[in-house]
T-cell receptor, first 110, second 115 residues
Framework: GENVEQHPSTLSVQEGDSAVIKCTYS??????FPWYKQELGKRPQLIIDIRSNVGEKKDQRIAVTLNKTAKHFSLHITETQPEDSAVYFC?????????FGAGTQVVVTP | GAGVSQSPSNKVTEKGKDVELRCDPISGHTALYWYRQSLGQGLEFLIYFQGNSAPDKSGLPSDRFSAERTGGSVSTLTIQRTQQEDSAVYLCASSLVWGGIDEQYFGPGTRLTVT
């Protein structure tokens, strides 16, 4: 089955700096790659997603890149703010079944 | 509109007892998913209902776990003879279409504690 690895497990950044989280997946049949943000005690919320026929997608301060050949995808957050502090999960989907990475705890310090 | 809802929000049960967890998906969503999140861990896929097709049960950890979805809407996840390792937050999600390229909206979860 699909296996998703996510790095780093924790990431501390100064406010205003950029944050990058990287994920790799194993199954080339995966065709959808969402990123979820989860604040403490709350449900995961989608922040951005990318489909396998697209290489890059951007939404304001957030961007995702996908390299199908290498089977890896990355989340980029620019101009980080304290409210970006949360756990971020990447996932890869094969026909709907999401396989999640282990998560990255992002801490943005003022 | 209303999002995905789950009940109960918290459930404490004794080891060996059966529990039922309920999920109400967003109206009109054809796909429904169950995940499990242990403390400080990622989300683990359990089961996936896709329209009228047979569910994908490949993530259920043992035969003590089962789920059903009645009338294409509400779903119930049942855990029989609960064990302490079943303690986790159980999250339900739904999406408008099945096939894997549509946003999954998560419910608030049910926190299950097995004593």
């Amino acid at each position: 089955g699909e296996n998703v690895e996510q790095h780093p497990s924790t990431l501390s950044v100064q406010e205003g700096d950029s944050a990058v989280i990287k994920c790799t997946y194993s199954d080339s049949a995966s065709n959808y790659f969402p990123w979820y943000k989860q604040e403490l005690g709350k449900r995961p919320q989608l922040i951005i997603d990318i489909r396998s026929n697209v290489g890059e997608k951007k939404d304001q301060r957030i961007a995702v890149t996908l390299n199908k050949t290498a089977k890896h995808f990355s989340l980029h957050i620019t101009e980080t703010q304290p409210e970006d502090s949360a756990v971020y999960f990447c996932a890869a989907s094969i026909w709907g079944k999401l396989q999640f990475g282990a998560g990255t705890q992002v801490v943005v310090t003022p | 509109g209303a999002g995905v809802s789950q009940s109960p929000s918290n459930k404490v049960t004794e080891k060996g007892k059966d529990v039922e967890l309920r999920c109400d998906p967003i109206s009109g969503h054809t796909a429904l998913y169950w995940y499990r999140q242990s403390l400080g861990q990622g989300l683990e896929f359990l089961i996936y209902f896709q329209g009228n097709s047979a569910p994908d049960k490949s993530g259920l950890p043992s035969d003590r776990f089962s789920a059903e979805r009645t009338g294409g809407s509400v779903s119930t996840l049942t855990i029989q003879r609960t064990q302490q390792e079943d303690s986790a937050v159980y999250l339900c999600a739904s999406s408008l279409v099945w096939g894997g390229i549509d946003e999954q909206y998560f419910g608030p979860g049910t926190r299950l504690t097995v004593t």
